[in-house]
């Protein structure tokens, strides 16, 4: 029965890649896009196979979510309402903060959320772990294809590089092909972003428009800080659009003003929190233990511990692992990839200086960068093993390097943005 389902799923999901004018309008030749799904799929079983031996599945979240997710299947089938509600239910006697990682509503809904969408899965699959791989894989695919027709609709670039950037980095490709939050967190983003340029393009309409929403609620679900992360680009997109002003200075001051409000955001009652919430994570993950675990300075909740720990948050969430600290091969691995990533970015910061073609200028590349550095900001500050930093960077790894390859080897396409 497994093998009938995976392939009867594999071949309905071909149909899709095949048929539906989301992906056809792409220009990705159908090969190429049934080549990338096999091989996501092939990543994901290796991220499976890899966190069930002896030393990682007693942490691995991907199977321990799996068998909580079957026991959710049968409440599902036996008493729907209740399992509908229970994703709404407050278990403490307070919701908790919104970044707390314990004792907190907020938190504890990116895991029961995902686990009722995989009690969903299990319906059809099954209760099998590598069809619900499928499912995953196959959702995943709308996110790139949407980054790709952004950046192709815009920008004239050998497709070959773009495919490459947005579907094939190792790091990527590894974290985001698994049964895992990491790939819907970056398809839901990649699509909000894609759905917000075609409002500001073509109008409001109800697809759009519910698209976007319902994109946007599954990333406040599943990691909330990516939503922060976006608001700055998308209010300083949306007023170059309007307005009709210089990109750069709306996007540098939004992120410059973003900024301050968060450094002094202690000094005032009503936003003191923000700071609070930040510090309350780091603190959170500096009471784990875990082989990549590295020594950070202490960070407070004050303008001057922030001002003073914002150099280490930049080159922590950029540079680490550093070879003195690489304790296994993948982390050589996602080292050699983060150089590679910093080659090109210090290319292109140099490129959009000398080069005539000004792309830095367009707010696609603008949104995708103020997000990037949001997100490098969240994770400096927050995390302090080099592992985790290593999966959470992965995620929007594509939103990082596509900029940068279009400034260096792109051009932009006579069209009004």
């Known amino acids: 029965m497994f093998y009938f389902l995976f392939v009867f799923y594999f071949l309905l999901s071909g149909f899709v890649l095949k048929k539906h004018k989301f992906f056809t309008s792409s220009e990705i030749p159908f090969p190429i896009l049934i080549a990338i799904f096999v091989l996501k799929i092939v990543a994901g079983i290796s991220y499976s196979y890899y966190f069930s031996l002896p030393s990682q599945i007693t942490t691995a979240d ?11 299947t049968n409440w599902l089938l036996q008493s729907p309402k209740t399992f509908i509600a229970d994703l709404f239910t407050n278990h403490y006697t307070q919701s908790g903060d919104l970044f707390s990682g314990t004792n907190s509503f907020w938190n504890d809904l990116k895991a029961t959320f995902f686990i009722k969408l995989l009690a969903v899965l299990n319906i059809f699959s099954r209760e099998n772990y590598y069809i619900n791989l499928l499912f995953f894989n196959a959702f995943f695919m709308f996110g790139g294809v949407a980054l790709y027709k952004l950046f192709k609709e815009n920008f004239i670039i050998n497709k070959w590089i773009l495919i490459t950037a947005i579907f094939l980095m190792p790091g990527f490709l590894f974290w985001c092909s698994a049964l895992h939050k990491d790939g819907i967190v970056f398809s839901a983003t990649a699509i909000s972003i894609y759905a917000f340029y075609r409002i500001l393009i073509n109008g409001f309409s109800y697809k759009r428009t519910t698209i976007l929403l319902l994109c946007l609620i599954v990333v406040f679900l599943l990691r909330n800080y990516y939503l922060l992360a976006m608001l700055p680009a998308f209010m300083s997109w949306g007023v170059v659009k309007k307005y009709e002003l210089n990109s750069k200075i709306v996007f540098a001051s939004v992120t410059m003003i973003c900024l301050l409000f968060f450094i002094f955001s202690n000094s005032f009652s009503i936003t003191k929190g923000i700071a609070n919430s930040v510090v309350v994570k780091h603190n959170e993950f500096l009471m784990l233990e875990g082989n990549t675990k590295f020594q950070t300075p202490v960070l407070s909740a004050n303008t001057n511990s922030l001002i003073m720990y914002f150099p280490f948050a930049l080159q922590s969430s950029l540079l ?15 080292m050699l990839e983060n150089y590679v990533v910093l080659i090109f970015l210090i290319t292109a910061v140099i490129a959009s200086f000398y080069m005539k073609d000004r792309m830095i200028e367009s707010p696609i590349i603008l949104a995708c960068l103020v997000i990037s550095f949001f997100l490098l900001l969240f994770i400096g500050y927050t995390v302090c093993f080099d592992a985790a930093i290593i999966r959470y960077r992965s995620v929007f790894l594509p939103f990082l390097i596509v900029p940068c390859l279009i400034i260096i080897w792109g051009k932009q396409k006579k069209i009004h943005e």
């Open 62 to 72: 991907t199977w321990s979510y799996f068998i909580e997710s079957k026991i959710e």
């Open 320 to 334: 680490r692992p550093f070879p003195n600290t690489i304790k296994s091969k993948g982390e050589l691995l996602a």
